[in-house]
């Protein structure tokens, strides 16, 4: 092998969970390459001189040489890199891969190293999972899938078939049927050559081993079930209950496209299973032509289908039931009819498989391309196509298994198979848990109601409300008046009309109501009738719990919001007042400052203490953090204090200056203005050292003690405005001097 095991780096966590209108992160098809060993007979004439070694590659004296009589080498270094040559052109083609199995490579390193065991995995996780062999004819795509015990015993089978037939008389031999599944049964798989055995059946015992793996670790129950179809010739066939009449394939909003009455087996064990590939093996259209004995003349899908059911770890009585999917898909091969020597009804067959190999082919490469990507898609040109649609572009995951010979003479096969893979490794998938609407609605409901709970406890800590339960009366009464009167006691009618008014509920952050994108989206997954009209007794008591516990808070939340937004408003009020008053306040100032003197200017210290208290207390940061009927009292608070402290400074200066006067300790701001006696009138002048600076000198200077003939100056330093954020003044008690000059 060469090249990285699989790329591990998922694990399904970083999936997404939905319907498809959840996205998860983008993938792209994983492709890898099987490069099929030389087969016996095939060393004939046909391929004389041009057959090929693909032993890789040869390092001499530190330099790479490859074998010039092979058409695809390696080179190292760069192990992901290796060269097609082109017979026809004389030129050599380039490709990288990050998986390339050699021709020596074993089934079970192709089923190790492919990534089929991640696939499994994650359809058991609940995705859609696809696995698909493509390439051209007799490059071993069906040896890869399911090893060639069928075609031995196929062999065997319509050997003795034969001879049978034609001891018959022709009578009879007109209504002959096939027998059952007598050719191939479980002991004839497992009596052949372990060997011989595919990634399918490899698939089916890691399928079960995981089951069972779960079913010990977390409870999981899965129910599988089989279905096993083929497109031959643009009509699509149940391999399971063969009938000559084709299957229609409809197209279905919530499913995409699907055959119509396919055939469903449920599996209990791996023996289920393998019989239910022998029988759809023998049943698959297969024929000779010359380059393969045992050519598939049809694609053959293969869908198991993973329901699982997993206690919620979330909810102890909850279930969560997923649905996942694991398609193995065996394409017929493309080929040249001149080098197949296709005829009549095998010509026909060619054409149809190529035609439709070739429309698969434009879908890739629409998909693949970013422009053309979200355009027109053209899956309905074919059978294949529209089966395929999903696994393509879906949101599953995809593995491409292109297999390729070594032979030169099939150089220009293999190149065209390589390109076709490169492309297919540029298509983006979009894997997303599938689920139950139901489930999915219940989930999501269940979701909402923690986040709805963490929520309203964030708004009852900050608004202090402390009873935990909203009165149950008045909260349905509010349910009931917003829902239009539609909810009726704990019982839900489970349909659009519920939802619709459930929207009206949102409340975004700019105080309006807006439509919730999680219920919009519900409603769109439920289809035009609301898919989820009918719930049965047990769901439809868990939906009207959650439903009910979700209304409930969410109506208490909006309630809360409500009374939140008027607390801010109301707040903003209170801070408009103070500035009007503050520019009352100033212009009180400005008409008495002449008449007044110097008493006013103690007032121009108290107007810029209450502008930045003003500006503080409607900074976001205090209405973020503190509700604002408490942000409203800090303001009151702070302003009382900054008014005391005001208060204080103005006594200190007056204590400093004017000592007999002891009237001023009890003074309030208000009376700073009016009751201050003209004698004890002080200059307060506001000081900045910097402009910009946080710290403001208030610079105290009494001209006016006539008495006393001493001019005193006070300094005090208050913090700016880190101080004031939180309401308070500090005078710094170092910084106070008392100056006598
Ligand atoms: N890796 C391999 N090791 C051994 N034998 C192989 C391998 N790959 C293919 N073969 C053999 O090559 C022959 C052709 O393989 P197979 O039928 O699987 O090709 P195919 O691509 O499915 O062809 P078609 O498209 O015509 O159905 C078979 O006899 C098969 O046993």
């Not at 083609?93 to 995995?121: C, M, W, Y």
């Not at 083929?230 to 149940?238: A, C, F, K, P, R």
């Not at 917003?482 to 839900?492: E, I, L």
């Not at 009016?674 to 200059?683: H, I």
Request: hydrophobic share 30%; proline share 4%; glycine share 6%.
């Amino acid at each position: 092998m060469i090249g990285d095991q699989f790329d591990e780096r998922d694990s399904s966590d970083s999936f997404a969970y939905g319907m498809g209108g959840n996205h998860g992160p983008d993938h792209s098809i994983n492709v890898v390459i099987r490069v099929r060993p030389i087969i016996s007979g095939q060393t004939s004439a046909q391929h004389a001189g041009k057959s090929i070694a693909t032993k890789t590659n040869s390092k001499e004296n530190g330099t790479t040489t490859n074998d010039p009589s092979t058409a695809i080498s390696f080179q190292p270094p760069d192990r992901f890199k290796y060269v097609v040559q082109d017979v026809i052109a004389s030129t050599v083609r380039p490709f990288a891969f990050n998986v390339v199995f050699e021709p020596e490579a074993t089934q079970e390193e192709v089923f190790e190293h492919s990534g089929v065991k991640r696939l499994i995995d994650m359809a058991l996780d609940g995705f859609a999972c696809t696995v698909f062999a493509y390439g051209q004819t007799s490059t071993g795509k069906t040896y890869t899938l399911t090893g060639n015990a069928f075609q031995v015993c196929r062999n065997n089978f319509e050997k003795t078939e034969m001879e049978r037939m034609e001891t018959m008389s022709p009578n009879k031999r007109r209504h002959h049927t096939t027998p059952g599944s007598n050719c191939v049964n479980h002991q004839n798989l497992n009596s052949n050559n372990a060997k011989s055995i595919g990634i399918v059946q490899l698939s089916f015992a890691y399928l079960f081993e995981q089951i069972k793996r779960r079913k010990l670790r977390d409870k999981t129950l899965y129910v599988i079930t089989v279905s096993y179809l083929e497109v031959y010739n643009e009509q699509v066939l149940d391999l399971l209950n063969p009938s000559p009449r084709s299957l229609n394939v409809r197209w279905a909003k919530d499913r995409g496209f699907y055959a119509e009455n396919l055939f469903k087996v449920e599996c209990e064990d791996i023996g289920d299973l393998e019989g239910v590939l022998e029988e759809g093996c023998k049943n698959r259209q297969v024929r000779g032509h010359s380059m393969n004995e045992n050519s598939s003349r049809s694609h053959a899908v293969m869908t198991i289908t993973l329901s699982s059911e997993m206690s919620d770890p979330e909810d102890p009585q909850g279930f969560i039931r997923k649905e996942g999917r694991l398609c193995l898909v065996d394409l017929a091969g493309s080929e040249k009819t001149k080098r197949t020597n296709s005829k009549g009804g095998t010509f026909v067959e060619a054409n149809n498989i190529n035609r439709s190999l070739l429309v698969l082919g434009n879908c890739i490469a629409c998909l693949a391309d970013p422009k053309r990507r979200n355009g027109h898609i053209p899956y309905r040109d074919s059978m294949l196509t529209k089966l395929l649609a999903d696994s393509l572009a879906g949101n599953g995951m995809t593995l491409m298994i292109a297999c390729v010979s070594p032979m030169k003479c099939d150089s220009q096969e293999t190149i065209s198979t390589l390109r076709y893979a490169s492309r297919a490794k540029r298509v983006r998938m979009n894997p997303v848990v599938q689920m139950d609407p139901r489930e999915l609605l219940i989930l999501s409901l269940k979701r909402e109601v923690r986040v709805l709970r963490v929520e309203n406890n964030y708004l009852r800590q900050n608004y202090q409300i402390h009873h935990h339960q909203p009165p149950p009366a008045a909260a349905a009464a509010a349910i009931t008046a917003v829902n239009g009167g539609q909810f009726a006691a704990g019982k839900f009618p489970f349909c659009l009309h519920f939802v619709l008014p459930m929207i009206s509920l949102q409340l975004n952050e700019n105080g309006t109501f807006d439509a919730n994108s999680m219920l919009l989206s519900r409603m769109e997954n439920m289809g035009p009738n609301g898919a989820i009209d009918k719930v049965d007794d047990k769901d439809g008591h868990l939906l009207n719990k959650y439903m009910h516990d979700n209304e409930v808070l969410r109506v208490e939340n909006v309630q809360l919001n409500l009374q939140r937004h008027r607390l801010i408003r109301d707040h903003e009020l209170v801070c408009k007042e103070n500035e009007r008053l503050m520019r009352k306040l100033n212009s009180l100032i400005g008409k008495s400052e002449t008449s007044s003197g110097n008493r006013n200017r103690q007032l121009i210290g108290s107007a810029h203490l209450l502008t930045s208290l003003s500006s503080s207390a409607s900074s976001p940061s205090l209405l973020s953090l503190v509700s604002p009927e408490d942000a409203t009292t800090a303001v009151d608070e702070s302003t009382t204090q900054v008014s005391h402290n005001v208060n204080n400074v103005s006594n200190h200066a007056i204590i400093s200056t004017t000592t007999s006067s002891s009237n001023h300790h009890e003074s309030r701001p208000q009376s700073v203005q009016q009751s201050k006696p003209k004698e004890e009138q002080n200059d307060l002048i506001l000081v900045r050292e910097k402009p910009n600076s946080t710290t403001n000198r208030i610079r105290h200077s009494n001209t006016r003690n006539s008495e006393t003939e001493e001019s005193n100056t006070l300094d005090l330093t208050i913090r700016g405005k880190s101080a004031v954020n939180g309401g308070r003044i500090q005078q710094q008690g170092n910084n106070v001097r008392q100056r006598k000059t």
